[in-house]
């Protein structure tokens, strides 16, 4: 197996192109992770492109595997949900990217985006989540409030320490503007 290259903007573009071009069907991807920051411009690249299918675009899975060998890069089905609790409203708040064909791009929601990254809590995650606050894709108080509105559904997520989470939450909070 080869190794697999960074991506950069140019590149998660192309793979939406791609995807929305290959698709047989309707449907809508959602970028996470690195793919919103290599976009939005707080990173020069990524090294996976983390997608979430919602709905699944009929025939996305045979195109993402033809554009990966193709691009020479990694695509990894990942989203906030599958870390913490869903937001209540992150579909809302998930800015509109572009449309390829019958694929509407969207960034998932940067709230979902940065508490998911303090969850996980790598340095690099701290960094993404620390310019989602400079750049005021993210509030401090709507942060805030956004994790306590999912704080009792932990529980369905054993790997969370909700007082060790919260305090993340807290001190990014305290580093962001409004």
């Known amino acids: 197996m080869r190794a697999r290259l960074p991506a950069g903007a140019d590149t998660v573009r ?6 929305g071009r290959e698709a ?7 970028l996470v992770g690195g793919s919103s920051a290599v976009l939005v ?4 690249a990524t090294v996976d492109i983390d997608l979430k299918l919602d709905p699944e675009p009929e025939g ?11 691009l ?11 870390f913490i609790p869903p937001l209540p409203g992150w579909r809302e708040r998930s800015p509109f990217i572009d449309r390829y064909g019958s694929v509407d791009y969207y960034h998932y929601d940067f709230y979902a985006q940065a508490l998911a990254k303090l969850e996980r809590g790598h340095e690099l995650d701290w960094s993404d989540a620390r310019e989602m606050g400079r750049l005021r ?16 559904a932990m529980v369905r997520y054993p790997a969370i320490d909700p007082p060790s989470f919260r ?7 305290s580093e962001i503007c409004e």
């Open 137 to 152: 894709l993210i509030r401090a108080s709507r942060l805030v409030e956004l994790y306590e509105s999912i704080e009792a």
């Open 72 to 82: 020479n890069i990694n695509v990894e089905l990942a989203a906030p949900d599958d």
């Open 24 to 30: 047989t069907g309707p449907g809508r991807i959602l």
């Open 60 to 70: 996305v899975f045979e195109a993402i595997a033809r554009a990966k060998e193709a």
């Open 14 to 19: 192309e793979l939406m192109r791609r995807l």
């Open 167 to 173: 305090r993340k939450v807290l001190l990014l909070a």
């Open 41 to 44: 411009g707080w990173r020069e």
